[in-house]
């Protein structure tokens, strides 16, 4: 079966009735774990996204406690499914200072990380490029967000020079 495109689908829900579409989104919740977080985010989450910044950030801490440092090998493994699932949140928000904060707290854990990652190559540079991307979302912010996150994204880049 070939999947129709999103333009398609929309004109198709206009059609169904408020049960229906109730329906559709609890059978699509038992499908994929990812669904069911973006309801759960859509639902209870998307009306305080200061409250959804601090519980993503909190389970990013949890998951650098987590980390085996035992050789660099793990690290970037880690690193690695870290990054993965805070662009996963991230994309659940769809809100650029949320997506600029996020990412700022993951290259700051990065960048604290024991052992130092300056001793990687590979960990190096996927900070670097996570920078990079912040800086290109930060262009992209209302004037007085850019100030801020610019002033935070400065300070960051002073720790551990």
Known sequence: MKAVSV??????????????LAELCLRLSRF?????????????EAHDESGYIATVK???DEQFEDI??????????????ILRHTRKYIRYSLK?????ELLLYFCRKLKMLKPSITQNTTLTNLYERNMEAIRKKIS???????????????EMEQLHE
């Open 7 to 20: 333009v398609t689908i929309r004109k198709e829900l206009k059609y169904k009735s408020k049960e229906e």
């Open 68 to 81: 085996n440092t035992d050789s660099y090998f793990y690290i970037k493994k880690s690193v690695r499914k």
């Open 58 to 60: 909190a389970e990013i």
């Open 140 to 154: 992209k912010l209302h004037e007085d967000l850019q100030y801020d996150y610019t002033i935070m994204l400065e």
């Open 96 to 100: 650029k200072d949320t997506e600029v």
């Open 32 to 44: 994929k774990k990812e669904n069911k977080e973006l309801l759960t985010y859509l639902l209870f």
